[in-house]
């Protein structure tokens, strides 16, 4: 179905024509390569020819198209998704009921930040909530699943709802790391040191009446906050760098609470932050 290859040129070529129909080998490569993704004119060209022969894509002229047939069979499947995983079935394995609390443990950071953004995704679909406030002590899953994270940040994009986060650290990375995930109007950012919550190993998230809470060891946590401290720039080595250096063997626990008043009393001071920042 080409979802899950993100990065790779047939998913370069899909979300191309998702967004703009009938597009030339030539106009497609431009376009990849002004988005940094270092495709030669002549793989451009193999790839078209694999989706053309597989059915994915229909050409009209020198112009590439999405087919139809093939649109509507992701409709369905999209359709089908929907009603399984965003059906209360589905959602009570994972969003505690009113007053419960739900919790988790990982020994690895990718496999908790998998949970985390499932989880938060199935909070935003289940509470209708038009805002969601987060407070991080550093982004580092935004650089240790740079994909995932892309992907998440372009559902955001379309939720229309309003995200509150406040940043605790102020270094080189976590400026840049925000600047490339939190933008738009949706977005509003405050980057505090101060901030109510001042527990490094804690990072908060409140949407409606639930409030999520993701800690990680103290070890994960210092080493995590010398990552950012430390860096003061990124060449092209450094990603593997962040990769080795974060992807070790930690504690990492993910609690969930359906607890309206803590909720409430959470909001009301991300609000003042914000306020204040008025």
């Known amino acids: 179905?080409?979802?899950?290859?993100?990065?790779?040129?047939?998913?370069?070529?899909?979300?191309?024509?998702?967004?703009?129909?009938?597009?030339?080998?030539?106009?497609?490569?431009?376009?990849?390569?002004?988005?940094?993704?270092?495709?030669?004119?002549?793989?451009?060209?193999?790839?078209l020819t694999k989706l053309q022969r597989a059915g994915v894509l229909v050409k009209d002229g020198t112009s590439f198209s999405l087919s139809l047939g093939w649109v509507f069979d992701v409709l369905a499947y999209g359709e089908r998704l929907h009603a399984v995983y965003f059906a209360e079935p589905y959602l009570k394995t994972i969003l505690p009921e009113l007053g419960k609390r739900q919790s988790w443990v990982f020994h690895s950071l990718l496999r908790g930040n998998d949970l985390w953004n499932q989880i938060i995704l199935a909070?935003?679909?289940?509470?209708?909530?038009?805002?969601?406030?987060?407070?991080?002590p550093h982004p580092w899953f935004l650089l240790l699943e740079v994909e995932t994270e892309e992907r998440l940040h372009r559902l955001f994009s379309f939720a229309r709802r309003r995200f509150y986060t406040v940043v605790g650290g102020m270094t080189y990375l976590d400026r840049a790391a925000i600047s490339r995930f939190y933008k738009g109007e949706q977005h509003e950012v405050s980057f505090s040191s101060r901030a109510f919550i001042l527990e490094p190993r804690s990072y908060l998230d409140v949407v409606g009446d639930f409030v999520l809470t993701v800690t990680v060891d103290p070890r994960t946590a210092k080493r995590i906050n010398s990552l950012f401290t430390s860096t003061r720039g990124v060449s092209d080595g450094d990603a593997a760098k962040r990769y080795q250096a974060l992807n070790k063997y930690c504690t990492m626990s993910v609690v969930l609470e359906n607890n309206p008043k803590k909720a409430a009393r959470l909001r009301a001071e991300f609000l003042r932050i914000f306020k204040r920042l008025g």
């Open 123 to 136: 909070l935003l679909k289940r509470t209708g909530s038009s805002d969601m406030f987060s407070w991080i």
């Open 1 to 47: 179905m080409l979802l899950s290859s993100e990065g790779k040129l047939e998913a370069v070529i899909v979300q191309l024509l998702a967004s703009t129909p009938r597009m030339s080998a030539a106009d497609i490569h431009a376009v990849a390569r002004r988005n940094r993704r270092r495709f030669s004119l002549a793989a451009v060209y193999k790839e």
